[in-house]
């Protein structure tokens, strides 16, 4: 038996270059993502979510609109057959569940299109309310916008759009690797979309914004925001919406994002957070570089996706979902490129365990 030797070791295979992508590539020490080409901040703030798509896919803008659309109709075509997918109390296992019963055949977008349409079933579940069939004409992001709460403003989708871009892949992420790990394997596109809602899920890749909300709501005012945070700091709590594992620079998503929020207050629409978001993060930055002064710890995309995605009247529930939602576009264009160019990942492991007498 030949025994194959593997001196070279990274815990959790940080610096490990597992793949070549065209799809995006995160700069930590600069602070900037590009995406297919296009610096996040030019592209969120200028295309819509089916450009982004049309962008990873190669494809017209209009036919990844279609494709989308066609997705919505899918997810609402398959809700009477979820069984109890849907009663779950937390949202991210009710897409688990739901997306689990999406044919293997469905093109990519069409999945991406579907997982829009069964995040919002749940929440009008959760609510008390019947799902809303889609909009056929309308763009994805006011679609699932009123899908969720039975209406949408220009102004709101714009600055929901915004966020789906903004999202829409980072890098070889938990979930993405996830999702070519198992398409690395022959498994099918479906499979590796539940997998990677199951790694999106962990509190310490997806993320929890609401708490952020709930920081926000706890400090109240600007004037109290210094206090408060070194009262959190000094229990031994960590600032919510502070910190990434690969920027270390104010992360670039936070910035389009604050500047979505600029452009909804701009339209009337006023969110009463985004000032006081702006003075939080202010004094966190100053809390946290007396206490950290060898760590940059600046806001990451949690901080103003809890505002935006409040903003424009989503429920904290549905905030991780609406997060799959958007990344799922990304999840299925690296499964593409994983199936083109990649083999079967099947990373090493070092024994350190006791050997027989």
Known sequence: MTTTKTTLMSNGLEGVIAAETRLSDVDGERGRLILCGHDVEELALRASFAEACGLFFEIPTADAAAALARGRLLGFDKLPRLGDALDAKDGMDALRAAAAHLPDGAPPLEIVGALATLAAAWSRRQAGEAALPPDATADHASDYLRMVRGTAT?????????????VIDHGMNASTFTARVVASTGS???????????ALKGPLHGGAPGPVLDMLDAIGEPPRAEAWLEGELAAGRRLMGMGHRIYRVRDPRAAVLERALERLESSGARSSRLALARAVEHAAEGVLSKRHPERALKANVEFYTAVLLDAVGLPRTLFSPTFAVARAAGWCAHVAEQRAHGRLIRPASRYVGRMPG
């Open 188 to 198: 099918d596109l479906v499979s590796s979309v539940v997998a990677a809602i199951g």
């Open 154 to 166: 220009p102004a709101t989708a714009l600055a929901l759009n915004a966020y789906l871009v903004t």
